[in-house]
């Protein structure tokens, strides 16, 4: 029996996260695994219950859990709030505390949905890349940081820093789902002015010699960018920093057309995965059943596939997903302008991923 946290969180989080828990459970089920779910709060839902955006009772229960499905949280409600308060901040502390140090996002195009990037479809189709992206370090956790006063004038810091071991168990991530894919990896830097980069690739080099069936390129992240754009499908895995990967993660999100696609795997040496949707808590919409569910759905599929090792049924969500999608099955995020295309709910769209998946 497998225990899964469900931190449904602000805005739509609730309403995906339900709807993944239904597929996730029909998923594993096939599959022989029995689940069972455990809700905790987190965010603005536990700022308002709790004072704290993430108690410590529920980082326990983080711990004792096999996996956490995590919604999204934030909204306008808490914006002016110190930043040290904001919801944001039950994200960063629950990372930390469950030592996740690798943010996988993978950025695929599902063929009936080519026409909905803004790029031209010859140049998204075949798109299916994974950003690996070094979560607890580099600059949004160096120290010195701060503002002061000097002289008058203000002045603010921020500090790049990264150790030898950081930047190795990344790239073993990078290598090693590289060799479950296309067997190549590009690291991406800026080297020719960071010190940090250049300690990077240096590393990087290491551990590649412990992977000699994975190619291995090095790129500057300025004509990374450039690529990512003009020649996306020529990418497998991308590892890189915190600062880098945060950017470059949100522009291959954007390639595929949509964030209510997109996935995501926050991984560490501690056993225990967070699974959460690229996209943020849209609280415009929360709670009329307009959300769209997919990118929730496929984070469970990356959950089943890695802390509950079930390949499998990870391979059964995605291909559930896929084939409503090509009957033509659409969330209003994913109708292109101009389309006349009838759209579901949040709940019609997850009750169409349960048929596909032939649950009764």
């Not at 590009?186 to 250049?198: G, Y």
């Not at 990967?245 to 209510?260: K, N, P, Q, R, V």
């Amino acid at each position: 029996m497998d225990r899964i946290l469900v931190l449904p969180g602000d805005g739509i989080g609730p309403e995906v996260t339900r709807e993944a828990c239904r597929v996730l459970e029909v998923a594993a089920e096939r599959h022989g695994r029995k689940l069972v779910f455990e809700e905790g709060l987190i965010g603005g839902a536990s700022i308002d219950a709790h004072g704290t955006p993430l108690a410590d009772d529920v980082v326990a229960l983080a711990r004792e859990c096999g996996a956490v499905l995590l919604g999204a949280v934030g909204g306008p409600k808490w914006d002016d709030m110190p930043v040290d308060t904001r919801p944001e901040r039950g994200l960063l502390r629950i990372r930390k505390e469950l030592g996740l140090f690798a943010n996988l996002r993978p950025a695929t195009v599902f063929p009936a949905l080519v026409g909905a990037s803004t790029l031209r479809p010859e140049v998204v189709d075949g798109i299916d890349l994974l950003v690996v992206r070094e979560l607890t370090g580099g600059i949004y956790f160096g120290e010195p940081r701060g503002r002061a006063l000097v002289e008058g004038r203000r002045e603010a810091r921020n500090t790049m820093v990264y150790d030898e071991s950081e930047v190795a168990r990344i790239a073993r991530t990078a290598f090693d789902a590289a060799r479950g894919r296309r067997r190549h990896v590009t690291h991406v830097h800026k080297a020719n002015v960071l010190e940090v980069s250049q300690l990077w690739c240096e590393v990087v080099d290491e551990v590649a010699g412990e992977y000699p069936d994975v190619e291995l390129n090095h790129q500057l992240v300025d004509s990374c960018a450039m690529l990512l754009v003009r020649e996306p499908a020529r990418f497998d895995v991308i590892v890189t920093g915190n600062l880098f990967g945060d950017i470059l993660s949100d522009e291959a999100a954007m390639i595929t057309g949509s964030l209510g696609m997109l996935p995501s795997a926050s991984l560490g040496e501690g056993g225990v995965g967070l699974y959460e949707p690229v996209h943020g808590s849209a609280p415009d919409i929360a709670g009329q059943d307009r959300s769209n569910p997919l990118a929730t759905i496929l984070s469970a599929a990356m959950l089943l596939e890695h802390s509950l090792s079930a390949p499998e049924a990870a391979s059964d969500v995605r291909r559930a997903v896929s084939q409503v999608l090509a009957a033509g099955h659409r969330t209003a995020d994913l109708v292109l302008p101009g389309q006349d295309t009838a759209t579901l709910g949040c709940r019609a769209m997850g009750d169409r991923i349960l048929e596909a998946l032939g649950a009764s």
